[in-house]
């Protein structure tokens, strides 16, 4: 295992029914890259084998580290664990990993939590304002109420932040699992990059239908 550093939870508060911000204290010299993940292991005896792949979603020179972590309710898993956690808590981070990095304007494809890696990349690209105006995102949810970040994402996009919710019919959404036709109604140029972050059937629906219309296999960055 690579080299763990302790950190030591500061706060954390519900941004969904469901998601948990967490902030943490930040080991002196760690850095990541916007889009990489890291191991957390809470730093207690039972618990001390259970190490979690999650993602930083704050700014890499901010003095803390912010994750992002839905909770499984249905078992008694890391993330139930996480979730009720007080302040003071002791967890271990690994080096960084990861192979979604941002690679120039173009469509963000996320799935739930899967909007984790995209929301350190979106928030470095709004601040940088390098490319302002030209990434779209198309977000799919079960519905409004468990969208990360909503206003956000809205915020930083605009027009380019499209949302959709599968389970529930409401305006202002667009209510479809996202397949080669929403593809095809929404994107204009498949040349461009296509970042992909969901559940597993999401990555292969999607990456599948990216490459037939046209998308080429280079261009598709995921977690491999
Ligand atoms: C590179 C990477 C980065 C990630 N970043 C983030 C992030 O920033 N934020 C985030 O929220 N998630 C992120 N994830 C997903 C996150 O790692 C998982 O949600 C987490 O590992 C789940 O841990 P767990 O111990 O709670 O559940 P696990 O025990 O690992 O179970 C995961 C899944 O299996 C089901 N399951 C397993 N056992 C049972 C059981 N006995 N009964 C019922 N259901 C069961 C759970 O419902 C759940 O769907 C990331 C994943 C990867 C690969």
């Known amino acids: 295992m690579s080299e763990q550093h302790k950190i030591t ?3 954390s508060e519900f941004v969904t029914h ?13 850095t990541f890259e916007p889009g990489q993940g890291v191991e957390l292991t809470i730093n207690q005896p039972d618990w001390r084998d259970e190490s ?20 499984y309710v249905d078992h008694d898993g890391v993330t139930k664990k ?3 956690l007080p302040a003071g808590s002791e967890l271990l981070i690994s080096e960084p990993f990861g192979t979604i990095n941002y690679q120039g304007p173009g469509v963000f494809l996320a799935g739930g939590a899967g909007i984790t890696p995209f929301i350190a990349i979106l928030r470095a690209q709004y601040r940088s304002s390098a490319d ?3 990434n779209h995102l198309i977000f799919s949810n079960k519905t409004p109420a468990d969208i990360i970040y ?3 994402l809205r915020h930083y ?13 409401v305006a202002g959404y667009e209510s479809r699992l996202i397949d080669k036709d929403f593809l095809g109604e929404k994107i204009s140029d498949f040349s461009v990059p296509f970042y992909v972050c969901g559940p597993p059937g999401f990555m292969d629906a999607l990456t599948g239908a990216l490459k037939e219309l046209g998308a080429d296999p280079q261009n598709l960055v995921f977690e491999q």
């Not at 979690?52 to 909770?71: A, C, H, M, Q, S």
């Not at 996009?157 to 019919?169: F, H, M, N, R, V």
């Open 157 to 169: 996009l605009g027009k380019d932040c499209i949302l959709t919710c599968t389970d529930e019919t």
């Open 150 to 152: 909503e206003k956000e």
């Open 132 to 134: 302002g105006g030209k």
């Open 18 to 30: 469901d998601v948990k911000r967490f902030v943490f204290s930040k080991p002196p010299g760690f």
């Open 52 to 71: 979690r792949p999650f993602t930083p979603t704050n700014f890499v020179d901010d003095k803390v580290l912010e994750f992002t972590i839905k909770r």
């Open 9 to 11: 939870l500061l706060m």
């Open 82 to 84: 996480l979730h009720g």
